[in-house]
């Protein structure tokens, strides 16, 4: 007695053959019968899913911090004493990790809609979970060293919110053919239940998601507030080296209001601009003290700070891009800059009608200075022959003494205090970074006439939002990319977004039914056609027999059979002729 299985024959699908190659290695054109994909591949589906969606908010975090690179790179720095910029390699890699996981998403779903078993290559497993340990060791440094920068996610969602969930609602919606598609073709009622039900649920789920949707730039434009002010952080940084005078000069050339700088007091009383701890980064104390390069820069006198020049590490480091934008006479000018004292920067700004906030720094306890700092700085104040109302004074010790020896001053705050706090110790202002003030605040506080100030504000999309949450100032690196931003992004009004959002709900539920309508009734077609059992190779074998009659085929098959099981000849060489593929589950046996 002769036992056989029914020979698969394939049509050759040069299409179908890549997708399955690439994604499994499986070039030739064949399946197991009636087997479903292992419990093993699904794991690794769900591998490749989960690593998808950590790198899709890894990539959308790196592409929206992009306001705080120079603040990451201010991190390594202290870290490791060198500086570099260490986004370039981060947002490389991500990038990569990002395509490569994608593509292999659009091969599984091309699997899953074709009816192919998910098969992934051990090669492509090693890479999926490479991409997932990099991703997790990435979000797991970024938590310990740079934590305050998750804040970015929530707040820059008030810009892209609305879009993103079109976005979102799109692709869920394409997803709905291999969803109908799938279920039209189980014979099994509680998969069909179980998956319908899913992709509903994640569907309705974003149709009511506006309802939570928050953005301040959905608003009447009537309601809109003025511009707000820019002051220029450590100048123009981006365009000369920080906390120099030409970078202040090239700050007012943007249309800045202000300046905002850090400031440290020499050995000799004399306070100077300086954001770091040394000297290192940002002038050429190696050359010039080289056994002093590690030392404290509040423990220089002002002559030997005036030796060194603070302009030519720009040029080197370029630690903008920007350098080679710059001409052959700016190049010059930076790179003979020198240390900027703050009466310096006081005569600029009194010269031109500018503000000066400044954040002092206080020196070591063995300094000569740490008792005097705050005087003499206020003295450096009074011997600029500023105006008292173009100065923000920050620092919280001796305010009060402060306030009787010079009662002009602006009282400004860089602690978050309640508008009761501030006005009863008579502080007009707060300075406080960008993550610290939620919209309901910065409204509380315009309405406290608390004027609010946020930094470091570099992106125009973060720019606009804090615009339209009514903001009086910001802090800028970028003075002029922001002074290209003369109206908010985008501005909408509630019923302009509601209407919106209705019509992008009702046309993505308008094509799903419709995608699972067409599914159903293509499907009962096919069945009624005489196909009662739906699987891969009775669909390969379909388009196999495309090339003659449905009944010449049969006897092909019959005649296979008979003379395998007489001893003839083979199946090779019967198909050898024809140019076909064949494939048998468990061989001819006696």
Known sequence: MVKHQPLQVYERQLCLSCITGIYGCRWKRYQRSHDDTTKWELLWSFILLFTFCLLLVWFYFWWEAHNDYNEFNWFLYNRSGEWSDGTVPILA????????????????LCHVALGQQLNLHWLHKIGVAAA????????????QTWGQEWDVIPISL???????HIGALAAVTALSWIVAGQVARTEKTMFQVVVVLLYLSVLLGLYVVPMYITSPCIMDPTTLKQRPDVIGHQGAPMLAPENTLWSFQRALQMNVTGFEADVAISVDGVPFLMHDRTLRRTTDVEKVFPDRQMEDASFFNWTDLQQLNAGQWFLKDDPFWTVHNLSPRE??????QTVCSLEQLLKMAFYHNSTVVFRLRRPPPEHPCYHSWVNDTLQAVQQSGVPQG????????HRAQVRQLAPGLIQTSVEKRSPQFLHQYGISRLLLRYNQASPLEIRNFSQSN???????????????????????SVSSEASHILKKVPYPIWLMRPDEYCLMWVSVDLLSFAVVIGIFIFQNYHMIRYRMSGMRSYNPEQIMLSAAVRRSSRDLNVMKEKLIFSEVGNGVGSAEELYADNGY??????????
């Open 331 to 336: 190049k010059d000018l930076i790179a003979n």
């Open 581 to 590: 593929d064949y494939y048998t589950n468990q061989g001819i046996s006696q």
């Open 132 to 143: 997932l340990f990099t991703t997790i060791v990435g979000v797991i440094s970024v938590n």
């Open 390 to 397: 173009l100065v923000m004074w920050t620092p919280d010790e």
């Open 158 to 164: 008030q810009a892209t919110g609305p879009f993103l």
């Open 93 to 108: 890699t991500t990038a990569a990790g990002f395509t490569y996981i994608a593509f292999l998403m659009v091969l599984a």
């Open 450 to 472: 608390i004027n609010l100030t946020l930094y470091t504000i570099n992106e125009p999309w973060l720019y606009s939002v804090l615009w339209c949450s009514g903001v009086s």
